[in-house]
Protein backbone atom coordinates (compact mmCIF):
# COMPACT_ATOMS: atom_id res chain seq x y z
CA UNK A 1 0.00 0.00 0.00
CA UNK A 2 3.06 2.68 0.89
CA UNK A 3 4.53 1.95 -2.59
CA UNK A 4 1.26 3.52 -4.17
CA UNK A 5 1.01 6.70 -2.29
CA UNK A 6 4.46 8.78 -2.47
CA UNK A 7 2.87 10.48 0.52
CA UNK A 8 2.71 7.96 3.35
CA UNK A 9 5.73 6.38 1.94
CA UNK A 10 7.64 9.33 3.45
CA UNK A 11 5.65 10.18 6.12
CA UNK A 12 5.96 6.63 7.65
CA UNK A 13 9.95 6.99 6.54
CA UNK A 14 10.14 9.94 8.38
CA UNK A 15 9.01 8.63 11.44
CA UNK A 16 10.66 4.98 11.17
CA UNK A 17 14.35 6.06 9.64
CA UNK A 18 15.28 8.15 12.92
CA UNK A 19 14.69 5.26 15.18
CA UNK A 20 16.55 2.70 12.91
CA UNK A 21 18.89 5.00 13.11
CA UNK A 22 19.40 5.07 16.31
CA UNK A 23 19.43 1.38 16.79
CA UNK A 24 22.31 1.27 14.46
CA UNK A 25 24.68 3.88 16.23
CA UNK A 26 23.98 1.89 19.45
CA UNK A 27 24.63 -1.41 17.75
CA UNK A 28 27.86 0.15 15.65
CA UNK A 29 29.74 0.95 19.15
CA UNK A 30 29.32 -2.57 20.57
CA UNK A 31 31.03 -4.87 17.99
CA UNK A 32 34.31 -4.52 16.25
CA UNK A 33 32.32 -5.69 12.44
CA UNK A 34 28.86 -5.04 11.58
CA UNK A 35 26.55 -5.62 8.43
CA UNK A 36 23.43 -3.22 8.24
CA UNK A 37 21.13 -4.29 5.51
CA UNK A 38 19.08 -1.88 3.85
CA UNK A 39 17.19 -1.74 0.49
CA UNK A 40 17.08 2.32 0.75
CA UNK A 41 19.76 4.64 0.35
CA UNK A 42 21.12 5.27 3.65
CA UNK A 43 20.87 8.95 4.89
CA UNK A 44 23.48 9.13 7.24
CA UNK A 45 26.53 7.61 5.30
CA UNK A 46 28.75 9.41 8.25
CA UNK A 47 27.72 6.44 10.45
CA UNK A 48 29.46 4.10 7.99
CA UNK A 49 33.37 3.03 7.75
CA UNK A 50 32.16 1.49 4.43
CA UNK A 51 29.35 1.11 2.15
CA UNK A 52 29.04 -2.18 -0.34
CA UNK A 53 26.40 -2.38 -2.89
CA UNK A 54 24.96 -5.74 -3.13
CA UNK A 55 24.67 -5.89 -6.95
CA UNK A 56 22.53 -8.47 -8.96
CA UNK A 57 21.03 -8.01 -12.37
CA UNK A 58 17.33 -7.14 -12.45
CA UNK A 59 16.41 -10.20 -14.65
CA UNK A 60 17.80 -12.31 -11.54
CA UNK A 61 16.09 -10.46 -9.00
CA UNK A 62 13.13 -10.03 -10.77
CA UNK A 63 12.96 -14.47 -10.75
CA UNK A 64 13.88 -13.89 -7.24
CA UNK A 65 11.50 -11.93 -5.96
CA UNK A 66 8.15 -13.69 -7.68
CA UNK A 67 10.27 -17.43 -6.68
CA UNK A 68 10.97 -16.46 -2.74
CA UNK A 69 7.77 -13.83 -2.08
CA UNK A 70 5.28 -14.74 -4.93
CA UNK A 71 5.03 -11.71 -6.15
CA UNK A 72 3.64 -10.40 -10.24
CA UNK A 73 6.44 -9.58 -12.71
CA UNK A 74 4.38 -5.77 -12.43
CA UNK A 75 4.47 -5.62 -9.34
CA UNK A 76 7.81 -6.24 -8.90
CA UNK A 77 8.70 -3.37 -11.33
CA UNK A 78 6.17 -1.02 -9.52
CA UNK A 79 8.54 -1.30 -6.66
CA UNK A 80 11.72 -1.42 -8.72
CA UNK A 81 11.16 2.08 -9.98
CA UNK A 82 10.28 3.45 -6.76
CA UNK A 83 13.91 2.72 -5.38
CA UNK A 84 16.83 4.62 -6.37
CA UNK A 85 18.46 3.49 -9.30
CA UNK A 86 21.30 1.21 -9.36
CA UNK A 87 23.90 3.61 -10.21
CA UNK A 88 22.67 6.00 -7.31
CA UNK A 89 24.28 2.63 -4.74
CA UNK A 90 27.04 2.32 -7.16
CA UNK A 91 28.27 5.95 -6.64
CA UNK A 92 28.62 5.87 -2.80
CA UNK A 93 29.63 1.99 -2.33
CA UNK A 94 32.97 2.04 -1.37
CA UNK A 95 32.81 -1.95 -3.16
CA UNK A 96 30.43 -3.55 -5.50
CA UNK A 97 29.62 -7.09 -4.78
CA UNK A 98 27.96 -9.26 -7.19
CA UNK A 99 25.49 -11.14 -6.29
CA UNK A 100 24.26 -12.86 -9.64
CA UNK A 101 25.20 -16.54 -8.50
CA UNK A 102 23.58 -18.80 -6.06
CA UNK A 103 25.11 -18.65 -1.62
CA UNK A 104 28.23 -19.71 -2.30
CA UNK A 105 29.65 -18.16 -5.24
CA UNK A 106 28.13 -14.42 -3.06
CA UNK A 107 29.63 -15.70 -0.09
CA UNK A 108 33.06 -16.00 -2.13
CA UNK A 109 32.76 -12.71 -2.97
CA UNK A 110 32.11 -11.62 0.43
CA UNK A 111 34.88 -13.59 2.09
CA UNK A 112 37.04 -11.80 -0.87
CA UNK A 113 35.87 -8.19 -0.14
CA UNK A 114 36.73 -8.40 3.39
CA UNK A 115 40.58 -9.75 2.89
Do not use: C
Request: proline residues 3%.
Amino acid sequence: ILYYDKDKLHRVNSIIHPLVYEEIKSRLLENRLNVVEQALMPDNKDIYDEIWYLHTDIEIRTDRLILSRGLEKERIEQIIAKQPKESDFESIADKIIQNNGDRSELEKNIREALR
